[in-house]
Nanobody, 119 residues
Framework: QVHVVESGGGLVQAGGSLRLSCAASGSIISINAMGWYRQAPGKQRDLVAAITSGGSTNYADSVKGRFTISRDNAKNTVNLQMNSLKPDDTDVYYC?????????????WGQGTLVTVSS
């Protein structure tokens, strides 16, 4: 059994900061990309930021310069530091990990963590 667990969402005022964390666990051999997506009710799930095992990053245009993704390969964790938050950043954020496990390739999703930015 492999899975990811997120933490760190909450309520913050516009201009504030939050840090999301995600840990993958189970019979994991290696992890390719890890990332964060977000989704509003009735809308598609969109990429926020992703990072490869080599450290290459990719950000949505709307968060460039404000969000920073990082990962610890030894601990199978990924973090998302969110600064200068805006009300438009309000969404449910999901951790994603593409892993090679003892049971084969799996794409894992977390349960989602709510980020609410008040104006």
């Amino acid at each position: 059994q492999v899975h990811v667990v997120e933490s760190g969402g909450g309520l913050v005022q516009a201009g504030g900061s939050l840090r999301l964390s995600c840990a993958a666990s189970g019979s994991i051999i290696s992890i390719n990309a890890m990332g964060w997506y977000r989704q509003a009710p009735g809308k598609q799930r969109d990429l926020v930021a992703a990072i490869t095992s080599g450290g290459s990053t990719n950000y949505a245009d709307s968060v460039k310069g404000r969000f920073t993704i990082s990962r610890d390969n030894a601990k199978n964790t990924v973090n998302l530091q969110m600064n200068s938050l805006k009300p438009d950043d309000t969404d449910v954020y999901y951790c994603n990990a593409r892993v090679i496990a003892s049971i084969g390739y799996r794409e894992l999703w977390g349960q989602g963590t709510l980020v609410t930015v008040s104006s």
